[in-house]
């Protein structure tokens, strides 16, 4: 007869596993093919953009520092891809990868491999014979968001006050642009807090940040001159490399100091967007397939997330009309959109309410009379609503 003590170390056993296994199933989380990753999972990486294949959605990061010599000096870079439904912000809107300047810092969250695609990254090879450097890189490498400062500390809710900034004499007796030898690489500081929400990663509460004459600082609808800023102004950052890095220190290369020009920038990088979307078509995938009589069939999807609400708006809007459905690859390239695609009459749209990340939550079955080889569940595919473009792009894309 099994005791009551037995009993009590099975239930303790149970509730630790039932406890634990989430926790670590969160943290190496594989992402697969017809499914979106739950909530909060992920693992975070910061670091320098210093390569991008923005055609293939790939790119490298110089990894953040954090006082270790052998990371920054012979760690080797870290090269990442987005996932199909990986999700790009710059300056608070979304974006591409082609819109992020290289220098930019960046932070992501991002995944293990899926399963049997190991390989896409190439392993990172040593410098030399000094293999133990590859202990510097990290396993997680296929990334559902990239942020640059602006956007990740501004979506979250958090803001920078100035406390103090301290200039080399030439910031002051001279104007912008106007470098006497040596100047260019003056330094001067600038001391700052953290408002508002703080941010669960990154940096929070008293810093200090690097400035010089290449830093642009933005008033309203123009830049202006260092000379600018002030103490209590709250403002938003882009940062990039500095010497320093290593140590984390970062020198910043935009500063926004007022509303109106956080609220421009926004802007422009949104029409940007916008504009790439309406030419390249929204992207999603094929959750289901109902195959009828004479090569017809139903098809639902999905459309990723990450876009500007106005998009789906207009989706939606216009879904009386036939929606043009591409297929697409993984990287989200397609082939001569123009021509091979198919048109479908929406005969649903479900909104799914707190979709999972990389989802829009925007679900759609359209009904066609003719379907693509493409059209399957797990397949990548781009879609375009009535009045959008429909044009060839070039060739690489």
């Known amino acids: 007869m099994i005791s009551v003590y037995q009993h009590f170390l099975s239930f303790v056993l149970l509730f630790a596993l039932s406890t634990s296994l989430p926790a670590e199933n969160k943290k190496d989380y594989i992402p697969k093919l017809d499914e979106f990753p739950p909530p909060n999972t992920g693992t975070y ?33 870290h090269q990442f891809v987005m996932l199909p439904y990986g999700m ?4 608070g809107a979304p974006a591409e990868l082609r819109d992020i300047p290289i220098g930019t810092h960046l932070h992501g969250y991002l995944y293990l491999p899926s399963v049997g695609e190991e390989e896409t990254i190439p392993p990172p090879r040593p410098y030399g014979s000094a293999t133990s450097e590859l202990r510097y890189v990290p396993k997680y490498n296929y990334a559902i968001s990239l942020e640059d400062d602006f956007s990740f500390y501004q979506r979250r809710g958090q803001m920078w006050e100035i406390v103090s900034i301290d200039v080399p004499r030439w910031t ?4 912008l642009g106007v470098v006497t030898p040596g100047d260019a690489t ?17 940096i929070s509460g008293k810093y200090t940040f690097e400035i010089d004459q290449s830093t642009r600082v933005w008033k309203r609808r123009k830049p202006v001159e260092l000379q600018d800023i002030a103490p209590k102004q709250i403002v938003q950052l882009d940062l990039t490399w500095t010497p320093g890095w290593r140590d984390r220190e970062y020198c910043i290369s935009d500063i926004w100091i007022n509303e109106e020009s956080r609220e421009i920038s926004n802007e422009l990088q949104r029409r940007r967007h916008i504009r790439y979307q309406r030419y390249h078509w929204l992207a999603g995938w094929v959750d289901q397939v109902e195959h009828e009589d004479f090569g017809g ?11 500007d609400p106005s998009l789906y708006e207009e989706f939606k809007a216009k879904k009386e009309k036939d929606f043009d459905i591409a297929v697409a690859e993984k990287t989200l390239r397609t082939w001569w959109h123009n021509n091979d695609k198919k048109s479908g009459q929406v005969i649903e749209w479900k909104e799914i309410e707190n979709p999972p990340p990389g989802s829009s939550g925007h679900q759609l079955r359209l009904k066609f009379t003719e379907l693509l080889k493409g059209y399957r569940p797990g397949r990548i595919i781009r879609v375009r609503c009535d009045g959008w473009p429909n044009q060839r792009l070039s060739a690489e894309e």
């Open 186 to 202: 003056q330094r001067g500081k600038l001391h700052v807090v953290s408002t508002g929400q703080a941010a669960k990663d990154g």
């Open 172 to 175: 002051i007796d001279e104007a």
């Open 297 to 307: 069939g139903i098809v639902t999807i999905t459309l990723f997330g990450g876009m």
């Open 45 to 77: 990486i910061a670091g320098e953009l210093v390569m991008v294949d923005p055609i293939n959605r790939r790119g490298g990061l110089r990894l953040d520092g954090g006082g270790c010599g052998g990371l920054y000096h012979v760690g080797p870079i």
């Open 88 to 91: 790009i912000w710059y300056h």
